[in-house]
Nanobody
Framework: QVSLAESGGGSVQAGGSLRLSCAVSGYPYNSICMGWFRQTPGNEREGLVVIDLDGRKDYADSVKGRFTISLDKGKNIAYLEMNNLTPEDTAMYYC???????????????????WGQGTQVTVSS
């Protein structure tokens, strides 16, 4: 059974940084697209970034230059380094995974197959 577990969320002041982690277990496939998404109450889920096993990355414009995704293939952990955070970054952050290729933003931003439970990030001004 595939399981994704996020950690690293918390409260930070504007301008600060956080690193989220997503540990994957039980994943049976040889290929993976892993990504980070976020959602605030009453709003649609927003796709932030994806990475595949070849290290190819694709960022949403809203986080490009501030957020960095990485993948430790040995530990099966994906990371999201978030810098220069603003109150607008406050949200529940989710990691997700899919056995299909990430593809273009228009495809992966609609969502991936497997999801974690989420970790809350709160940025105060």
């Amino acid at each position: 059974q595939v399981s994704l577990a996020e950690s690293g969320g918390g409260s930070v002041q504007a301008g600060g940084s956080l690193r989220l982690s997503c540990a994957v277990s039980g994943y049976p496939y040889n290929s993976i697209c892993m990504g980070w998404f976020r959602q605030t109450p009453g709003n649609e889920r927003e796709g932030l970034v994806v990475i595949d096993l070849d290290g190819r990355k694709d960022y949403a414009d809203s986080v490009k230059g501030r957020f960095t995704i990485s993948l430790d293939k040995g530990k099966n952990i994906a990371y999201l380094e978030m810098n220069n955070l603003t109150p607008e970054d406050t949200a529940m952050y989710y990691c997700a995974a899919d056995s299909m290729a990430c593809g273009e933003y228009g495809r992966w931003s609609r969502g991936l197959y497997y999801w974690g439970q989420g970790t809350q990030v709160t940025v105060s001004s």
